[in-house]
């Protein structure tokens, strides 16, 4: 069975850091783009950062660069999301998702592009 499965969310004070982890289970990530994205409550699902698969590059969107980092372990066959400086317009639930996108190409910011989705973790920031 094919899954994307987050942990790490939870409760942190403003400038906080977590660790979010997607591990995937019943497929490899090799080859596969992928993304992470956000929906807070009573807004739209949003793309936070993306990581590509041949060569490792992350790209993020603007209200997270120089906070959020993006990695991935290929033996552990997981991607990390380092959330740090936490702000108070950083919670909602985090979903990572994977595209089959092999190579050194690009990787997607749009949520339609992505073929499968994890269940989310969430994130919270309150003093």
């Known amino acids: 069975q094919v899954q994307l499965v987050e942990s790490g969310g939870g409760l942190v004070q403003p400038g906080g850091s977590l660790r979010l982890d997607c591990a995937a289970s019943g497929f490899t990530l090799e080859g596969y783009a992928i993304g992470w994205f956000r929906q807070a409550p009573g807004k739209e699902r949003e793309w936070v950062s993306c990581i590509t698969d041949g060569d490792a590059r992350g790209s993020y969107t603007d209200p997270v660069k120089g906070r959020f980092t993006i990695s991935r372990d290929t033996a552990k066959n997981t991607v990390y999301l380092q959330l740090n400086g936490l702000k108070p317009e950083d919670p909602a639930v985090y979903y990572c998702?994977?595209?089959?996108?092999?190579?050194?190409?690009?990787?997607?910011?749009?949520?339609?592009?992505?073929?499968?989705w994890g269940q989310g973790t969430q994130v919270t920031v309150s003093s």
């Open positions: 998702a994977a595209e089959y996108r092999p190579g050194w190409g690009t990787c997607g910011t749009s949520d339609i592009v992505y073929d499968y």
